[in-house]
């Protein structure tokens, strides 16, 4: 059968550290399991180039540059003569090698061409590639993306045998990868329960009777810089808040940010709440902050363009790296239908700041081009989907379709259709979600528009301790005793996702 084994270092990892986990080396470990199965004739290694761990010294080595194209797989297939190829990561802590037979069964008896899990969480599953998926014209050396991306995406064209395995976790929205620092402490959490790594049949189980396990820090940091706006949305809850909201002292900011830095760990920023960020005085200066926060990975300004300007363009330009994505919240594509859910003439101002955006974001690399515009799926909009959708992507400006929030009954419900799912799952939000009103409040969740039932504040509360007051209350809500205060029970956005 020549079926050899290929142990993957991910492009992101240049040393050991992610591949060291509970005292052991993971590719190691993952050899010694394998070593064992007698389908598995020898095993190899793979390695960005970028990476300075021991692996190099491995007696068999392959090199890459950015990531495994058809052409690397064409040298390793002829170096090794293998027929069949297992990638498996090389941070992949929680590896488990009956999975690895199930899956190798599977595509021996099918004959397939490449054989993967879409149920399986990473860290579990591995890909099977045999070398004939090269013969594919699709599978070209000289394309330079990924042989298993170029075939996932194609599936039609390839013979390819899709692995099932219960449980399915994908809900959890989870994965055992070392190299990621969140999978990591989930999986530390994990096997600290019984005091070993479970099988992969057991962790529905412990997940169910100790869900504290998927609680590790916040990745996501909703910021409400301002509470002012020029515009009156028909959608909008911020004229039901008495009173309004103010700006957010910069000295607020700075303090969330410092006190972020305990839990060491990256996280997303969005500059969001009830009014428009860009009306915030120092809004360059709020965004300079974050921008040169190393642990803050994404910042999301979502905004309603009115401000998003040459100025602001060439402030996301002046930045090092590409943190910052823009959303800009356009419900409309001509002034009649801006100004019917805006209730203002500011059509001809955001569709040109849109435009001259995206023509400086695709000029500067270093940006990414990550600009979206954002429209709600209501009833005031659906008459006009289908000619908003024409209109803008004529732009090639990627489109959001927004689920309304009516903050559990506080506005009036204008959708025309409901997709929530029939079966409540825990909240994603107290998982993972900080949110921060303009006095440093922070509030239960984003439902708790106003506050009303705080955690504390940032400016003089323990940050610390108000996180593990939310993972009390994420595991209540996963043992479906949900909080009265805001009244978790009746909240549609539980199974909402941002980042």
């Not at 993957?8 to 050991?16: A, L, M, Y």
């Not at 190829?85 to 090389?90: G, L, T, V």
């Not at 040169?292 to 363009?313: F, K, P, Q």
């Amino acid at each position: 059968m020549n079926t050899q084994a290929l142990i993957f270092v991910d492009s992101s990892i240049n040393n050991d550290n992610p591949l060291t986990f509970n005292g052991q080396f993971i590719p190691d470990s993952i050899a010694q399991k394998i070593q064992s199965l007698p389908d598995i004739e020898s095993i190899h290694y793979c390695i960005p180039e970028s990476y300075t761990g021991k692996l190099k010294q491995a007696a068999s080595v392959f090199i890459y540059s950015n990531t495994d194209t058809p052409e690397m797989w064409q040298q390793i297939f002829t170096q090794t003569g293998a027929l069949h190829i297992i990638k498996i990561p090389a941070d992949a802590a929680f590896f488990q090698s009956s999975i690895l037979s199930e899956m190798l069964d599977t595509h021996i008896k099918y004959l397939s061409e490449f054989t993967f899990s879409y149920n399986l969480p990473s860290g579990y599953a591995c890909e099977i590639i045999s070398k004939s998926v090269l013969e594919n014209p699709l599978a070209n050396p000289t394309v330079q993306n990924s042989l298993c991306d170029i075939v996932k995406n194609n599936l039609n064209h390839f013979d390819v045998e899709l692995y099932y395995k219960e449980p399915d976790l994908r809900w959890h929205r989870v994965n055992f990868s070392a190299a990621n620092i969140r999978d990591r402490l989930v999986m530390q959490n994990i096997i600290a329960i019984n005091n070993q790594t479970p099988a992969y049949e057991l962790l529905q189980d412990i997940i169910d009777n100790h869900p504290e396990v998927l609680f590790t820090t916040p990745s996501y940091v909703e910021i409400e810089l301002c509470g002012h706006c020029n515009l009156d949305c028909i959608f909008c809850y911020r004229n039901i808040l008495s009173p309004q909201h103010g700006t957010m002292e910069l000295s607020t900011l700075q303090t969330l940010l410092e006190k972020m830095r305990i839990f060491n760990t990256p996280y997303a920023v969005c500059f969001g709440g009830s009014g428009e960020p860009l009306q915030h005085p120092q809004f360059y200066k709020a965004l300079e902050l974050c921008n040169n926060e190393d642990l803050i990975h994404t910042i999301v300004i979502e905004t309603n363009g009115i401000h998003a300007d040459a100025g602001y363009a060439s402030a996301l330009a002046s930045f090092t790296g590409s943190k910052v994505t823009t959303i800009v919240n356009i419900n409309g594509h001509n002034p009649e239908t801006y100004k019917k859910l805006h209730n203002a003439d500011y059509f001809n101002t955001v569709y040109d700041n849109i435009l001259k955006l995206k023509k400086i974001l695709e000029t500067n690399s270093k940006l990414n081009n990550n600009l979206y515009i954002q429209i709600l799926k209501i009833n005031e909009t659906e008459s006009f989907l289908d000619s908003y959708y024409d209109f803008w992507e004529q732009h090639t400006i990627p489109i959001i379709l927004q689920k309304q929030n009516t903050y559990i009954g506080r506005i009036p419900d204008k959708r025309y259709s409901d997709l929530t799912p029939l079966q409540r799952k825990p909240c994603w939000h107290l998982r993972q979600d900080l949110y921060i009103l303009s006095d440093g409040t922070i509030a239960f969740c984003k439902q708790d528009i106003d506050g009303a039932a705080k955690r504390g504040n940032i400016i003089t509360d323990d940050l610390e301790a108000m996180w593990k007051q939310q993972r009390e209350h994420f595991v209540n809500d996963y043992k479906q005793n949900r909080a009265k205060k805001p009244n978790c029970s009746v909240c549609d956005e539980w199974y909402t996702y941002n980042l």
